[in-house]
DNA sequence: TTATGTTCCGCAAAGCTTTGCGCAAAGCTT
DNA sequence: AAGCTTTGCGCAAAGCTTTGCGGAACATAA
């Protein structure tokens, strides 16, 4: 048994006949002779030969593989995008490597740059929360390096980009709630740094005035989307002296803050409150009362980002960045629906 | 602006050297001159030279990289187990490429192939659900190739692996329900081809026997972990003539299933029915009442599995399989107690 | 001046694959 | 039989890095 994974040179010598002949042969080149081309596929074939991926990477001074940057691990929404992008990914030859930002600009910086010394040949990547300048992407941007963001996004003019459509769906929601009932909408919002803090709060608003209401900035936090933030924006909206009757909580992170809150007060959803999470379907109704949410097609996100990654890498002419708008779900259960 | 990355190639035409001298010169060889060796650095530096890992690959013929197999990618405990593994072997200079099984038997054997083919230097892997023999790691264990088995392991003889103490916890866990009240403890099982399916059982019939009691067949169900099964499960044991004062089931999955169904027949926890998770703190705490949880260090679990994982790679002499069991925690929570 | 010793650097191979080009042998034509 | 084409294969370079060894240039000693 072969201690090494065996070479083209190990059948060539095997089989007294030289590299390149071995290398022909397994492609059916034609100068080859059909007799040495069976010789050496069928030994290739018992030897369990396969093409080292390092060698040809130098060759063709490729790695086939694809940096990956998330916020975070073990949320749902983002190991399902990485679901996604890595099927696409391996349907097309590729790697990844997935590194995770932790929400920090710093950190960010830092795995952009060991990817690129891992020589990825180019990134998807999900901003982090603390990143608020963007010219760390100079370098990638400028070395005409395939680049994808997704769901938080930025200098959409020049980088491709997957989102879905957060301002509609929040304006969607905002009517929703004043549908069931509710009078006092109040949003827990995001950095405004962040595109999609920024999408959801303006559709927000939007949605307010289609129902004939101003914004009252008694009703909106911002937060910096930790629970601990998130819950203290909460407590002060229970707190004021007309609170809401409705929460519009930006991400699942202050949904089930908020959520929690909600309950630790005693208040009861939707009678008291009514409340959206953005989630998905697992942990909306996981929960009493189930709740109404927003759904991502996650999977969707991380086949788009690879699919708009590989077509970047391919057309070496003119990159023209592309947007694709994915459509979020609004499921409507028990707690946005207050009893009549 | 090079489009390509730079090689010492590049730094030594344009110093007028031989490569090597660069080479040699980065890493302060003293066979060459301050002069030159301060020239390649600052060159090296300001070019923002990093060798390149391909080269270096087949060269010292290793790929820095590991293979990971897991039933799946978006579960937290999955997840959080694979950060930890990246955080070990980031720091010790590996890559890791993720493969998920899906729970099934012929990926699992795919995913090894493909993961063979790509040359990582050894693997770490959680079983699949469906995968009942374990002929298919002959090859990586005759090559000698490092091998990490965690939570559903195989062939501890042979291969090192990395545990909770399922047993002791299943055991704990049903003498808390028996102290909490519960006289007619159920357990939704799983697999008992799977290691930890088999280890809780066992557990749970060494707890009850410490109360006393013999296992009752019709309070054990044996499912496949999905969540279908789960909620058939949960339903026979509610329409028992005598149902159960108490559920123990395997996992996270069936926890769910479980107090979903619970909830759906309008029983309520832990006044009827007490109920442990097997969960991490945010699900735990997510729902009402929040669930007593046996909480897994998913973590280190999957730091330690790297580090078992990297003591192989060194020592290429004898390979002593070895085992690392780490403690699970019961956090007692409102589920389990039952109202005095 | 010659022999010996340093100092400083380059050559080349190895790791694996692909591919343009060259070359020998065999077959064919006239 | 001489010349041409075809067939079938090998050489070598390129992609990047490390490292043993050889060697030129200079310095020192006798």
Redesign the pocket.
Same mark, same amino acid.
């Not at 006949?17 to 002949?21: A, E, K, M, Q």
């Given at each position: 048994m072969t201690k090494?994974p065996v =070479?083209?040179?190990d059948i060539a010598s095997a089989l007294q006949?030289? $590299? =390149?002949?071995v290398?022909?042969a397994?492609k059916n080149h034609p100068? $080859? =002779?059909p007799?040495?081309t069976a010789k050496v596929q069928s030994l290739a074939r018992e030897w369990n030969y396969s093409?080292?991926p390092l060698?040809?990477g130098?060759?063709r001074?490729q790695t086939k593989t694809i940096g990956v940057i998330v916020p975070d691990l073990v949320t749902y929404f983002y190991s399902s995008i990485i679901s996604g992008i890595e099927q696409v990914a391996k349907e097309n030859g590729y790697y990844i490597i997935i590194s995770s930002s932790n929400e920090s600009y710093e950190k960010e910086k830092e795995c952009i740059e060991n990817l690129l010394m891992s020589r990825v040949e180019g990134l998807i990547i999900c901003l982090a929360r603390d990143t608020v300048d963007y010219n760390h992407f100079d370098k990638i941007i400028n070395n005409e390096m395939p680049l994808v963001f997704f769901d938080r996004i930025c200098r959409t003019s020049e980088v491709s980009s997957v989102v879905t459509d957060n301002r509609e769906i929040a304006r969607e929601l905002t009517i929703h709630f004043y549908d069931g009932g509710a009078r006092r909408i109040a949003h827990i919002a995001g950095p405004q740094t962040l595109s999609i803090a920024k999408d959801r709060y303006e559709g927000y608003l939007s949605g307010l005035a289609d129902c004939g209401f101003s914004a009252d900035e008694s009703l909106i936090k911002f937060t910096n989307l930790t629970e601990s933030e998130a819950t203290e924006a909460t407590r002060q909206l229970l707190s004021l002296p007309k609170p809401p009757d409705a929460i519009f909580s930006v991400n699942d992170t202050v949904s089930f803050a908020a959520m929690k809150e909600i309950k630790r007060q005693g208040l009861r959803i939707p009678d008291d409150i009514s409340l959206v999470a953005i989630t998905d379907e697992f942990h909306a109704t996981l929960v009493d009362p189930q709740l109404t949410n927003v759904m991502h097609p996650t999977y969707e996100i991380g086949q788009e980002a690879a699919r708009l990654f590989l077509r970047q890498g391919k057309q070496g002419e003119k990159m023209v960045p592309m947007q694709v708008v994915l459509k979020s779900q609004l499921v409507v259960r028990a707690s946005s629906v207050k009893p009549t």
């Open positions: 090494h =070479s083209l040179k006949v030289s $590299i =390149s002949t290398s022909r397994l100068d $080859i =002779s007799e040495v093409p080292n060698a040809m130098l060759l001074q």
